[in-house]
């Protein structure tokens, strides 16, 4: 938003500095009444009489004399416009590049709380396979326990994946509002 409102004030400024340096043509005229007598009608009166009313008329015709600096100018302000045509370019080109990357990353971020969960569901099996040979004596309290960490890990990692996810949906969230996505 910001590289299209500079685009557009570069734009006007281009139309600004051209127009400012083209030669001017103007025609102009006055007419006043100088009655000098207090009452209105007396004093309309008298200005038209041969010494009383003013009347002007003219041309007037501007031209900047310096053709060099002016050309200068003009390609200065056409330079300016295309530089905020070329920032407004990279802009859009950046903002969707970083939504191919945002739907990317939770395309990625959906497959690994997928198998988080894969993985929990396997360590929750094999630790209650672990209790029952506990119960039965046929290992050790802290193999029990190793297993125990292990799926309290796997049970972290899918909430790690689920945080992602939404965090970048909610990045993603910020783009649609703004109306960038593609």
Known sequence: KAAEAQLKASEANAVTLREKSKPQLDLFAQYALNGRQQAWSDSIGDSYRAGRP?????????????????????????????????????????????????????????????LAEVMEQAQKEKLEYERKRLKQGRTTTFQQLVIEQEYTLSGLLRVKAAAEALTTRAQMKLYEVNEVAP
């Open 54 to 114: 003013t009347l002007t008329a003219g041309v007037k015709f501007v031209m900047p004399l310096d053709l060099g600096t002016l050309s200068d100018s003009r390609e200065g302000a056409s330079r300016l416009e295309r530089a905020a045509q070329l920032g407004l370019a990279q802009k859009q080109y950046e903002e969707k590049q970083q939504w191919t990357e945002l739907t990317e990353r939770l395309k990625e971020a959906k497959e690994r709380f997928a």
